[in-house]
């Protein structure tokens, strides 16, 4: 249709083809035009990503920053509407009113940062670069780059999708556990369609910046007149055109469909936000964050990947803020390794699964040091009971779990802030191991896509 449009609109002047054809569409779109006879590559973008490489004698188009890496540092961000026309000497944007000036911005990721660096696949690759991620993102992010408007609110909305949406999960949990900030988490896709009562600060989390279903609900609490935060890993991306303000990752470039180390950064960017309305109560445990995730890395997984590889369906479960990381855990497993995989608040399992359960369905049990231990150790026993296999995650040193488990997985002893992080890391192994000892295409898992820009 868009073929036909451009030709019908063509008198001789390609720019002016595209700018009366783009005014006949509707919804998202990212278009490369050219014709037959001009030496230009017409680009031009609705709600799609779309970023313009400069290069020496050369320009680019591509609708992520990655694949620029490999030719140019420098790039420059078109706003909606914008159509330029690139040639190897000159790059000319306009739009309705004519010709505009926007800047050309420099990508602070590397080359070295998008190659595998000897590992088997990029999701390990990115697993292993968690604790940089975490601790640059921390320290980038200083107690002032947080808004004013995040210190006092009287309530915080959380918009986000897939991965991000069990960060936000975590960020409402410590809000009201830590803060006393009423908060509550929307996943974008249903936001915008419901609307609900919205007021004070929405928070918008999305590692690409770019998934439709996000920009379009803090699009909705924009024009609500609430004051908007972007979490984003990507500079430059449609969510931080949207947003008033923008917290940054500092994870590099996530190749991987899977979300790894872009959600351990955003559990740095969380914490931090945390920290920073608690008045640095716990900056130096962050600071050190990274080694606990070190730890893990290192651990044998090999009993556990053993369970669960055979297995058809498995389940999570957690309390309190390992509710989310049970989820986490469950959509890492079933998206790399198209093994069933559910994640439940562990009081729930009797409210349902319990009717699945059997030797052969595995449940990953984190059960960690809090008010909440002894009601997870009598779930267990529950689940035990029901003949299922258990994997118990818990506190290095425990001595109650290692008895009624089939498998211990231990983690170092920390602060409950950072004992999220650890959780979450064994379970990206878990699934990783899982999924490699089946021989799944890991890094493209079928029918997903890395950002997905469209409703
Ligand atoms: C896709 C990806 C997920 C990601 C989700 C949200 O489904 O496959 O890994 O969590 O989008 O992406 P975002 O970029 O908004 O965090």
Redesign the pocket.
Same mark, same amino acid.
């Given at each position: 249709v868009i073929a036909h449009l451009l030709e019908e609109n063509y008198d001789g002047d390609l720019v002016q083809a595209v700018q009366r054809c783009v005014h006949q569409l509707h919804g998202s779109y990212a278009l490369l035009t050219c014709a037959e006879g001009d030496g230009r590559l017409i680009a031009v973008r609705s709600s799609s990503p779309l970023v313009i490489g400069v290069g020496d004698k050369e320009a680019f188009a591509a609708s992520d920053l990655t694949p620029l890496l490999e030719y140019t540092e420098r790039v420059i961000y078109l706003e909606d509407g914008d159509i330029a026309a690139l040639s190897p000497e000159t790059i000319e944007i306009f739009n309705d009113a004519g010709p505009v000036e926007r800047n050309i911005e420099l990508i602070d990721w590397t080359l070295e940062d998008v190659k595998k660096g000897g590992f088997k696949h990029y999701m390990q690759k990115e697993i292993f670069e968690q604790p940089q991620a975490f601790s640059t993102t921390i320290r980038a992010l200083r107690p002032e780059d947080i808004p004013e408007s995040l210190l006092h609110p009287e309530f915080v909305t959380i918009v986000?999708?897939?991965?991000?949406?069990h960060a936000g999960m975590i960020l409402k949990y410590l809000l009201e556990t830590f803060c006393s900030i009423p908060s509550r988490v929307e996943l974008g896709s249903e936001f915008k369609y419901y609307t609900p009562p919205v007021q004070g600060v929405v928070i918008g989390?999305?590692?690409?910046? #770019?998934?439709a279903d996000?920009l379009a609900a803090l699009k909705a609490a924009r024009a609500c007149n609430c004051t908007t935060i972007a979490v984003?890993n990507v500079l430059g991306s449609s969510v931080t055109r949207i947003a008033d303000h923008t917290l940054y990752l500092r994870a590099g470039p996530e190749i991987s469909?899977?979300?790894t180390k872009?959600f351990i950064a955003q559990l740095a960017v969380i914490l931090q936000i945390v920290n920073t309305i608690r008045q640095g109560t716990c900056l130096d445990l962050l600071l050190h964050g990274n080694r606990a995730i070190e730890e893990v890395l290192l651990m044998d997984l090999t009993s556990s990947v053993l369970l669960c590889r055979n297995a058809q369906h498995i389940f999570f479960v957690g309390r309190g803020p390992f509710y989310p990381v049970a989820l986490e855990g469950a959509l890492k497993m079933k #998206?790399i390794s198209y093994i069933h995989a559910e994640g439940y608040a562990a009081g729930e399992l009797k409210h349902g699964p319990f009717a699945l359960l059997s030797g052969e369905t595995p449940v990953i049990a984190l059960c960690m040091p809090g008010e909440t231990y002894q009601v997870m150790l009598s779930n267990i026993k529950e689940m035990k009971a029901r003949g299922a296999p258990v994997v118990g995650i818990g506190l290095r040193g425990d001595t109650e779990i290692p008895d009624i488990v089939d498998v211990f997985i231990p983690v170092p002893e920390t602060h409950l802030f950072v004992q999220i992080l650890t959780t979450t890391v064994v379970l990206q192994l878990l699934a990783y191991l899982t999924a490699d000892a089946l021989g799944c295409d890991i890094d493209k898992p079928r029918n997903?896509?890395?950002?997905?820009t469209v409703e």
């Open positions: 986000a999708c897939g991965t991000s949406f989390i999305t590692q690409s910046g #770019e998934t996000t984003t469909v899977a979300a872009s #998206e997903l896509a890395k950002s997905v």
